[in-house]
């Protein structure tokens, strides 16, 4: 674009070649655009379609994540690997993801909230098992990102969103890679000169809104 601009910009005595049409150019900047688009558009819908993909024929883990703000709530599905169904109506007392009860696919889902008195900070899911998540919102729009596993949905309130991955790497395995080591050494070294306590790897769910 800066070349072109360069290239044809106002110069005394020259004048603009004018002429009324042509097929060739026509059909080059219509032909050439269509088939890139045309590929990237298959690509993407590929490649969403597998995000999106949650039938049963890999029997996946089922997991709903159920943001608040400044907090995420989770529910595994239990032995029939199915979630019963939850709607904010049913928010009281212990029941803060609001689960219907009276629904038989409630009965056996596993909530992980409070447990022994202390809120839940750890969700796990199996290597090598497709994991489907199930997304809701309390109060606002929320995104669940994950970034170690280059997955993002928004949660939105009112409606069920999903998206779904298959983990290849444990946290432990994470932890023995030389790149992820190198990284932590690195902020660990900052943390310390900061009087702060050393981390250690840990895969993670953020929000990636301001909520």
Avoid at 70 to 87: I, K, S, T
Avoid at 171 to 191: G, Q, S
């Amino acid at each position: 674009m800066f070349f072109f601009t360069f290239k044809y910009r106002g110069i005394n005595n020259r004048k603009a070649l004018f002429f009324a049409d042509s097929h060739k150019l026509e059909t080059i900047w219509t032909v050439i655009p269509t088939i890139v688009l045309s590929g990237l558009i298959i690509y993407g819908l590929w490649t969403w379609n597998e995000i999106k993909d949650s039938s049963d024929s890999e029997n996946p883990l089922i997991v709903e994540l159920y943001a608040k703000q400044f907090q995420w709530e989770a529910r595994y599905a239990g032995v029939d690997n199915e979630l019963g169904n939850a709607n904010v109506r049913f928010i009281e007392g212990v029941n803060t993801m609001g689960v219907d009860f009276s629904d038989k696919n409630a009965s056996d889902d596993i909530p992980l909230v409070v447990q022994e008195g202390k809120y839940v900070k750890e969700l796990h899911i199996p290597k090598g098992r497709k994991v489907v998540f199930k997304l809701r919102s309390q109060d606002v729009l929320h995104s669940a990102y994950m970034p170690h596993f280059r997955a993002q949905m928004n949660c939105v309130p009112g409606m069920v969103t999903e998206i779904a991955f298959t983990p290849t790497v444990t946290t432990a395995e994470m932890r023995l890679n030389e790149d992820t080591k190198a990284k932590y050494e690195y902020i660990n070294k900052i943390r310390k000169e900061k009087g702060e306590e050393e981390v250690e790897f840990d895969y993670l769910v953020l929000c990636n809104k301001i909520c």
